[in-house]
């Protein structure tokens, strides 16, 4: 476990030292921002998150990708990740290392969307329940996307690439709810359970249910175990 603390430590480091961290934040917060004042704005606007917090799932679903891009896709092209995987770390500490320097990075950008949360009690008497709940899915709704993003990086050395891929299996994740509805019986309630977008909908409305904790976290053990798959498949080209 040292190993891997090494290198999320050295990705953290990384991350907050290039401009990556800071574009792809501050895009976030701005985009975030704007939905925020139109529902605060809107005529008997209520003193809740829910207004913004589902666009913000889907600007994670392209910013997630961007962030975690170059973390295997970069090595690869350099050429470094060989060297990497051929010292005495194993193929897990490694994919676990870069992943938890990504999470770090995603917890401190929706730290700075705490404004908008501050502003409800200054100007409002919000219900804290429901904040927490959108909070804790917005968290666990990212960590699941850096888990795709990841696993799409590892495909390929090109970061472009790996970022179209990651973005494209997002956006089937998060709207195959919509395919769902077209059909009936019990394939509709198969397919709309591996929406991501339909998980989320009770948090955004502060309802707790560790049905939908469980399926996140479900789809972060599977994307990171296919990316250390991925990795130790390269041993044997």
Do not use: C
Request: glycine share 8%; no cysteine.
């Amino acid at each position: 476990m040292n190993n891997t603390f090494i290198i999320a430590w050295k990705e953290t480091r990384s991350y907050f030292s290039s401009p990556t961290a800071y574009v792809v934040g501050a895009m976030f917060l701005v985009l975030t921002g704007v939905f925020f004042v139109f529902d605060i704005t809107r005529p008997f606007a209520e003193a809740s998150v829910r207004g913004y917090i589902n666009w913000a799932t889907l600007f994670i679903v392209f910013l997630a990708p961007l962030l975690t891009m170059r973390l295997l896709a970069e090595e690869q092209k350099l050429g470094t990740l060989e060297l990497l995987l051929t010292s005495p770390v194993r193929d897990w500490e490694v994919v676990i290392g870069k992943y938890l320097a990504s999470l770090v990075t995603l917890g401190v950008t929706l730290s700075f969307t705490l404004y908008y949360v501050l502003m409800l009690f200054v100007f409002g008497d919000p219900d804290i329940g429901p904040l927490v709940s959108a909070y804790l899915g917005l968290f666990l709704y990212g960590a699941a996307a850096l888990a795709i993003g990841i696993m799409a990086s590892s495909l390929s050395g090109n970061q472009i690439v790996a970022a179209v891929v990651g973005i494209g299996i997002l956006l089937m994740l998060a709207n195959i709810n919509r395919i769902g509805v077209l059909l009936q019986g019990v394939g509709a309630d198969v397919i709309s359970g591996l929406s991501m977008d339909a998980h989320f909908d009770d948090f955004s409305r502060g309802v707790l249910d560790s049905s939908h904790v469980v399926y996140y976290l479900s789809i972060v053990v599977v994307f990171l175990f296919i990316t250390v798959r991925s990795l130790e498949a390269r041993r044997w080209r």
